[in-house]
């Protein structure tokens, strides 16, 4: 079995972590946390650019012991996952100007077959690991992405509205890869 993978971007508390959740219940399948949550809840908010890596490397470890679940279990073909290497690269240049080389080499050598792309229009939710409240960093961020996905092959949707409207174009999205 091929497992299809979808990823979910976006700039943060744009709805990705939930719209996982809610897209593997209703395709009962399951979904891949963002590796950097577990990290800096656990070392601590301040980071550095060497952190990136590990945080890159340890996310598609996570990756691929779920893909590798779905694939052993016959389970539903598809993989949703929170965060791919472009999320680390847009981070990488944003906050340090520069990027790892391994995760632009990972951004060239994994597949994916869908990526949803979370706009900025719903109100931001207070965290402790979020860092850019402002609309104008989220817009420019959010932007940053699409920019990511109109230059590359993937297919690609921006997911918008309220999270209703945002579960049932996402659903609308993947059912479209899935009947292919």
Excluded at 45 to 61: H, P, V
Excluded at 140 to 165: A, H, R
């Amino acid at each position: 079995m091929t497992v299809k993978k979808v990823v979910v971007i976006g700039p943060e508390s744009t709805g990705k972590s939930s719209l996982c959740a809610k897209l593997a219940e209703h395709f009962e399948s399951i979904w891949c946390p963002e590796y950097a949550r577990e990290y800096l809840t656990t070392n601590g908010k301040e980071y550095g650019y060497d952190d990136l890596l590990i945080i890159a490397k340890e996310q598609l470890l996570l990756e691929d012991g779920y893909t590798n679940k779905l694939e052993e279990t016959n389970g539903n073909p598809v993989l949703f996952v929170d965060t791919d290497m472009y999320v680390l690269k847009v981070w990488c240049e944003y906050v340090f100007h520069q990027c790892h080389h391994f995760i632009l080499e990972q951004i060239c050598e994994r597949k994916y077959d869908l990526y949803l792309l979370c706009n900025v229009d719903l109100p931001w939710v207070q965290d402790e690991l979020r860092e850019y409240p402002e609309d104008g960093p989220r817009q420019e961020l959010f932007q940053i992405y699409k920019d990511l996905l109109i230059n590359q092959n993937v297919p690609w949707v921006t997911i918008s509205g309220t999270f209703e409207e945002r579960e049932l174009a996402a659903i609308a999205a993947v059912n479209g890869l899935l009947n292919q």
